[in-house]
């Protein structure tokens, strides 16, 4: 259940149809970090600096909220997936971008978008045992339960998962998000991973059938969409608003996915190897490259026009564009971050 899986060392990917131009206005910030061209009107965004900025902090906040203690073992087994130097950070990333739209301290997202970390490397951590996709190797190194046993790594996601809400609840500023808007944050993270979200993605993965478009959107759109989602509701934003976001977050997800498909498709076809075969279906073993290369357009498409409701945010919302063209480009690599 991944949206920031990335594949290091294939090309980048380029599509059959050149991507328009957004224009975004200067409203809200005055970075110098963001600049117009004169010959496209497009806003350039330093997505890697505004990435590696949060994944320091939100790194250094999630060692504060796992400390090793007893049972040891459990608490270790946590801290090896949340903390893994391969990890993106995706997940909170979206999640502050989302709220630093319609919000003012990106302080108040912090402990949910430590939340969405944490659920999401349960996630991983159940995703990867021998009973589901059976993976030998998550985020750079082997999987949770290839070095703590079967038995320590559904712990380890087990404790994580409450871990998260417990997070929110304790950590979040009350002067800075109303109770309200903290109920509906966790309905939506527990809707997001529950037997109508990701679980159902991963049942149907797992079963086999031609539902791959149901279980993209479940496994890989489910988390991108609570990013958003998050964002948006612990800044208070208007009902619409939040719609916009979880279009955007679902579209975005699957894109990312896909263009992992794609990618790999290629690097091991360029190689004439086979690759690894993964249980689950994807849009390249399904549709094939050309009709992927479609697929790829037409959420690329989605999401943007998503954002484009957005218009009034000015700047604020030059993140969540540049998401988009990073999902299908891959201008730089996120594990760099970390080092």
Known sequence: MVFSTVLTSVPNLYLTRKPKNIHIPIRCLSSPSVS????????????????????????????????????????????YSVLAKGAKRAPPVMCVAAYEIFGDNRLAAFPT?????????????HDDLPCMDDAPERRGQPSNHKVFGDDMAILAGDALFPLGFHHIVMHTPPELVPESRLLLVIAEI????????????????????????FIQEKKYGAMGECS????????????????????????????????????LSKSTEKEGTEGQEKKGKGYVRLYGIEKSMEI????????????????????????????????????????????
């Open 36 to 79: 117009i061209s004169s010959q496209s009107n497009l806003t350039q965004f330093d997505l890697k600096a505004y990435w590696a900025t949060l994944y320091a902090e939100i790194t250094q906040k999630l060692e504060e909220a796992i400390p090793v203690k007893y049972p040891d073992q459990i608490y270790e087994a946590m801290r």
């Open 113 to 125: 978008a430590c939340a969405l970390e944490m659920v999401h490397a349960a996630s991983l951590i």
């Open 190 to 213: 527990a809707r997001t991973v529950g037997s109508s979200g990701m679980a159902a993605g991963q049942f149907l993965d797992l079963k086999g059938g031609n539902t791959v478009d």
């Open 228 to 263: 958003a989602v998050c964002g948006g509701l612990l800044a208070g934003a208007k009902d619409d608003e939040i719609e916009r976001l979880r279009r955007y977050g679902r579209a975005v997800g699957v894109l990312y996915e896909v263009v992992n498909d794609v990618l």
């Open 296 to 339: 790829i357009e037409e959420l690329r498409s989605k999401a943007k026009n998503e954002l484009d409701g957005f218009e009034k945010y000015g700047d604020c919302v030059a993140p969540l564009y540049s998401f988009i063209d990073y999902a299908i480009n891959r201008g730089f690599n996120v594990s760099d971050l970390s080092q």
